[in-house]
């Protein structure tokens, strides 16, 4: 008995444990029933809306929360990122990369350092991951670019060498070269696809460039200096920023002749320097950023006249975009280091600061 005794008692320690647990439990009133697990915190919600915003000191894209009025992210890209989009699918984000320095208008360019040519190309963002994949050719220094609607092929201005480049996005490589006229920038596909047309700042012109052919097939006269097209969503009208005009140059895209000047007026000290535009949702109004005027204009399409102004927006706003519902802007203020976000309705603006020097703007989200 002895020995049976010891045997059961010695049978293990977790044994003995469990039943002197149970004695004391029991003696005490207390419940055997172990505490719950301790649960992890639920990851923060995604942002109903990202802002990607190229900071062109920085070489980073600056990924920006509107709604909560915080940077959230910075990605290294690489050197002067500025033109930026969204590809049709919504996976990747394409900018433009240049090894230029960066240089006022005017400059004598004898004086600047050599541009590294290894620096230019078009990188491209995964959006999942907010990685760079890839950084593919783009003939030199390249500013802006569109991208095709089938998502195939890139139309890139290069600023130093009076080109338009053609990238094919499957290879990453420029399978055409376009001469279009001196320090070429804004590149716009007209919504049919057929016709890509190119602002060329020396000489105050748009090139209408045919997208198969990839012959210049039209030159039209614009406000001085300028910078951006907007089409409305028919693509029958065009509309062009001209910085140092100061007013928008309207032309009908199907005979490319010039329709209308929009003078904008002085609502402040200095001069209205129109520079990136943008439609409303439903086509009647256009939003123009207006540079060192600190301000967004509004056109009324069907009138082509000024509606209003939205005044102390940042400093000389230039990259613009609009909400997917419509209902608030967006605008990059390089001087000023921040990102503006205005209620369409209200004219109400708030700032984000960035940091750097914020050149473009594109909006992701609901």
Not at 68 to 85: E, F, N, T
Not at 238 to 255: L, M, P, Q, R
Request: charged letters at 20%; hydrophobic letters at 40%; one cysteine or more.
């Amino acid at each position: 008995m002895r020995g049976s005794y010891r045997g059961w008692w010695s049978g293990g320690l977790g044994v003995r444990a469990v039943l002197v647990a149970a004695v004391v439990a029991a003696g005490c009133g207390q419940s055997s029933t172990p505490a719950p697990a301790a649960t992890t915190p639920a990851p923060a919600p995604e942002p109903r809306v990202k802002l990607y915003v190229s900071d062109e000191t920085g070489g980073e894209i600056v990924v920006v929360d509107p709604d909560a009025g915080s940077v959230i992210q910075r990605i290294a890209v690489g050197k002067r990122p500025r033109g930026l989009q969204i590809s049709p699918d919504g996976t990747k984000l394409y900018v433009a990369l240049s090894g230029s320095p960066i240089a006022a208008p005017g400059v004598d360019e004898s004086t600047l350092p050599p541009g590294d040519r290894s620096a230019d190309g078009i990188g491209v963002v995964d959006l999942a991951t907010h990685k760079v994949a890839t950084v593919m050719q783009s003939g030199q220094d390249p500013e802006s670019f569109d991208v095709s609607d089938d998502g195939r092929t890139l139309f890139v201005s290069n600023e130093e060498t009076a080109e338009m480049s053609v990238v094919d996005l499957g290879t990453g490589t420029v399978r055409a070269r376009v001469k279009v006229g001196e320090e070429p920038e804004g590149v716009t596909i007209r919504p049919d696809g057929k016709v890509v047309y190119v602002t060329c700042e020396e000489e105050n012109e748009v090139v209408a460039v045919d997208t198969t052919a990839l012959k210049v097939v039209a030159r039209m006269k614009a406000a001085a200096r300028p910078r951006s097209v907007v089409f409305t969503a028919d693509g029958r009208t065009g509309f062009v920023t001209g910085e140092n005009g100061g007013a928008i140059t309207v032309f009908d895209a199907g005979t490319h002749k010039v329709t209308a000047t929009i003078a904008l007026p002085k609502d402040g000290p200095v001069p209205p320097r129109p520079m990136g535009a943008v439609l409303s949702n439903d086509g009647k109004e256009l939003f123009v950023s207006l540079g060192r005027a600190k301000s967004v204009g509004v056109i009324d399409v069907a009138s082509r006249k000024p509606a209003r102004t939205i005044g102390e927006v940042g400093d000389r706003p230039w990259g613009i975009a609009l909400s997917a519902d419509g209902a608030t802007l967006y605008t990059a203020n390089g001087p000023s280091k921040d990102v503006s976000v205005i209620d369409v309705a209200t004219g109400q603006v708030k700032r984000i600061v960035t940091g750097g020097s914020p050149w473009g703007v594109v909006a992701k989200g609901r």
